[in-house]
């Protein structure tokens, strides 16, 4: 699969990166903050915004069984049933939050965590879909998905290599036509030494599909190398500022680093370019810099040419220095002044 189309945006190998800013749970309980972010988003220069549609029943249970409570980590001590609500959207939101977006100007879509969720995001005309790296395993949901005809996005955290073909074998099946798997290590934050880049190429070749990176590292550095190694789509969590706090915060980026990657992985992409050996634009002024065979002392004509009267220096309009010893004990048929460049016209 080369090429996918969200919203009109074509996106393969041959176009700098799509850039999703995730929203997540970074509203904080404020529709006008998530509206902020947007708005931010679209300034930063990503490509797309995307939410999580949920609500904590439709997630998890409210239950305060061992089962159900978060041990260690950023959400140490507190249940399930808790933290997503406090961090799921409502899902009146979802309408002005998409009007909102097509307002500024940016694409909007969403990870739906159940069959109610799909039906909810059709109604609004989602472009595409994202599955999350804990639902990769829900056949059912990812079949639903796809029976839309929409785009879609697999993150592929926690799942093993049979599984992440079972998630890819779902969505085809179900008929999906453009699917993208992105690499991701569901830490929260992750170090990047987890992050094993290379895994982006190797998923792209046993798959057969686009791939990317959801990037739960801190900072940027992650994302723009994953560009190199095939990424085509990167996701990232966005913020207003860290300071505000809320479940996701912590490996959030705020506008100007979100500003920082969107240009970065341009240019990234930029750099790549193709299989080149040949004399760039911008080498071209600085090519007659180069190194080349200049006459260092005056020789009259008939003389022999030494290696005390000629030298390799720079600039470049001279015999290129690889015929330096071809020319020592030749005769020069003029008289020759220092700093004359070596040619063979002057040479018998």
């Not at 850039?19 to 998530?34: Q, Y």
């Not at 990812?142 to 890819?168: C, F, H, W």
Request: aromatic content about 8%.
């Amino acid at each position: 699969m080369n090429e996918i189309n969200i919203n009109n945006r074509p996106i393969s190998l041959s176009h700098a990166p799509f850039v999703i800013a995730e929203l997540s749970a970074n509203h904080n309980g404020s529709i006008e903050t998530a509206k902020s972010i947007i708005s931010a988003a679209k300034v930063a220069g990503a490509d797309a915004v995307k939410l999580q549609t949920y609500r904590p029943d439709t997630i998890t249970l409210d239950n305060e069984g061992d089962d159900f409570c978060i041990t260690g980590g950023l959400w140490d001590g507190r249940t399930l049933y808790e933290l997503y609500e406090e961090a799921h959207m409502p899902w009146d939101w979802h309408k002005p939050l998409f009007e909102h977006a097509a307002k500024v100007g940016i694409t909007i879509f969403s990870s739906p965590f159940d069959h109610t969720a799909i039906d909810l995001l059709e109604d609004l005309n989602t472009p595409a879909y994202k599955i999350a790296s804990f639902e990769a395993v829900d056949l059912p949901l990812i079949r639903y998905a796809a029976s839309t005809g929409k785009p879609m996005i697999i993150s592929t955290g926690l799942a093993n290599l049979d599984e992440i073909e079972e998630a890819v074998n779902a969505a085809r099946e179900a008929g999906c036509k453009e699917l993208a798997l992105l690499h991701c290590v569901s830490g929260y934050p992750a170090p990047a030494a987890d992050y094993n880049l290379k895994t982006i190429g190797d998923m792209a070749a046993r798959y057969h599909v686009l791939t990317g990176l959801s990037d739960h590292t801190l900072g940027y550095a992650t994302a723009i190398a994953s560009v190199a190694l095939g990424a085509s789509i990167i996701e990232k969590h966005f913020t207003l500022d860290r300071a505000d706090g809320g479940p996701d915060s912590s490996f959030s980026l705020e506008p100007d680093e979100m500003s920082q990657l969107c240009q970065n992985v341009v240019t990234a992409h930029e750099a790549l370019g193709k299989v080149d050996y040949g004399l760039k634009s911008s080498e071209q002024q600085n090519a007659k810099f180069r190194r080349s065979i200049y006459f260092v002392e005056h020789v009259e004509a008939g003389a022999q040419i030494t290696i005390e009267n000629i030298k390799s220096i720079r600039p470049g309009f001279g015999l290129p220095p690889k015929f330096f010893d071809e020319l020592i004990g030749k005769k020069v048929n003029q008289n020759i002044k220092a700093g004359t460049p070596a040619s063979w016209d002057k040479i018998d």
